[in-house]
């Protein structure tokens, strides 16, 4: 019953999934988010070739992002732009920019250890081999963190362990950058604040040219999401915040609120950062 409930759904959705997207990949995956048990690896065959997934809904929401609005293409006068891709989860990312910028030189970090077997994969399949992969969050120092629910994309990094976590190296990012950055994205579950904090105050902001992340933000976030704004601001960044939406499912402190579309305060939202 279920699985014809979800293809119900799925029929009736095609006009809104096109609407949004006008992509026909897209709505392809939106079908398939909607016909498949969460948490169901598999593998889609694109035009450019199969990309393996370990979650079909995450994997139609990242597809959306990356391919269909392009949330982190950027103008750049480079031939070979320096990518760092900070949360690289199954490699959708990585394999969007080496489309987009072919002689990239591209690093990403991926700290799950079923995230990054899939995103190894992927790379492999389609000979990626100048993208250089790395088993490990980004910090601001070489040490060992502890990650929850890692299955898909969502989750959360924290220093101490928590029931459910699983160790994790990481590393400083600072120590990585020497050079210049042409683009720093960063997905790294609520660990964009240290490591901000981390760049500005070893002078690495100094290096970077632009910079596309997620913000995760709580009630107890208020301040860090200030801070990481002005903290930009005074480093010669412009910025700006491409959308912000509710996200009852982030791993941070809920607290009442007077609206009832974010009754628990808790949200995410796209940042953008360049320099003139």
Known sequence: MSGLTGWARAICGIPRYWKRSHDTQYVRLAIMRETTPRFTPGSYDFPFGRVDYADSASFEAQYFSIFTKEEYAFETDSATPV??????????????????YPAANITVFEPGPDLFSILKTNLDRFGFD????????????????????????????????????????????????????????????????????????????????????ELHAGSDDTGNVGELLSTL??????????????????????????????????YLAIFYAWKA
């Open 83 to 100: 990518i760092l891709d900070c949360g690289g989860n199954i490699g959708l990312s990585s394999l969007w920019f080496k489309q987009r």
């Open 130 to 213: 100048d993208i250089h992969a790395e088993q490990t969050a980004v910090w601001n120092e070489d040490t060992t963190l502890y990650l929850g629910n890692d299955a898909a994309d969502g989750g959360f990094v924290s220093e101490g362990e928590r029931q459910g976590s699983r160790a994790i190296k990481a590393i400083r990012l600072a120590e990585r950058i020497n050079g210049p950055v042409d683009l720093l994205k960063l997905d790294i579950e609520g660990a964009e604040y240290d490591v901000m904090r981390d760049l500005a105050q070893t002078g690495k902001l100094n290096h970077i040219r632009a910079i596309a992340g």
């Open 233 to 266: 601001h005074d480093h010669g960044f412009k910025t700006t915040l491409s959308y912000a939406r509710p996200a009852p499912a982030l791993f941070c402190r809920t607290e009442a609120t007077p609206f009832p579309c974010l009754r628990d305060g808790k």
